[in-house]
């Protein structure tokens, strides 16, 4: 997140330092680079909603003859990745005594880290136990007989 603090027109560049803070986050001071700073919040520490940051400015000795403190607000909206699912059967074709590898991928989306957490497969009468992803992915193996003949969805 980008903050900018700005003198006016006319008025020399801003020095300094801000700090950010809101939604239970709370930023160290930044010093400013042409009348900016570039303060990063980390994944999961704002709760999802809307959140309203507190940016706060303090003057260094250059521009506190000129410029006092400042605080100046602004909002933000923290949403949940929507995970995309891939489950890519080992194989198309299998005789009722073949089992089947099964591998389930989930990615977070728009360059988000691959999720945690498990997966379960189920399908055609067919539930598998929960299996932990390891990097975003998990693979499950379907014994052979869990299927009857037919076309099955898993």
Known sequence: MTVTVSGGAGNP???GSVTLSGG???ST???LTGGSAQIVIPAG???VGNDTLTGAYTPDTKSSTTYASAT???SVTVSLTV???T???GSSSITVNQPLTVTVSVSGGNGATAPTGS???SGGGYTSPTTVLAAGSAQITIPANSFSTGTRCV
């Open 29 to 31: 001071a930044t010093t």
């Open 45 to 47: 520490a704002l709760a």
């Open 13 to 15: 560049t801003l020095t």
């Open 119 to 121: 997966v379960t497969l």
């Open 72 to 74: 100046g607000m602004g």
């Open 83 to 85: 995970p995309v699912v």
């Open 87 to 89: 489950v890519t059967p």
């Open 24 to 26: 239970g986050f709370a």
